[in-house]
Nanobody, 114 residues
């Protein structure tokens, strides 16, 4: 139901934009966001955005990443700027309904390397 796209290989300091599309629309999701799973580490929260537009970021990405929600396109995007090697991970889109049901998209690989 959630389809993530936009990963790839980028040099340090570069930018990537991830997009998460919901086939059934995003209106039923109260909170949407992105998590990442670095190789050999635990999955971690990256950013979330509520239905009302309130955002929350992992401290290490604050000021570099921007999460947006487009209710007309039914997408949630993550603009990632000033990327660092430590941002390398598989990124997952997540959505939570008002009934607290969790949905996950497939992962998309982001590699930051020179």
């Amino acid at each position: 139901q959630l389809q993530a796209s936009g990963g790839g290989l980028v040099q340090p300091g570069g930018s990537l934009r991830l997009s998460c599309a919901a086939s059934g629309g995003i209106s039923k999701f109260n909170i949407m966001g992105w998590y990442r799973h670095p190789l050999g580490k635990q999955r971690e929260f990256v950013a979330t955005i509520t239905r009302g537009g309130t955002t929350l970021y992992l401290d290490s990405v604050e000021g570099r990443f921007t999460i947006t929600r487009d209710n007309t396109k039914d997408t949630v995007d993550l603009q990632m700027d000033k990327l660092k090697p430590e941002d390398t991970a598989v990124y997952y889109c997540n959505a939570i309904t008002m009934m607290r049901e969790h949905y996950w998209g497939q992962g998309t690989q982001v590699t930051v390397s020179s």
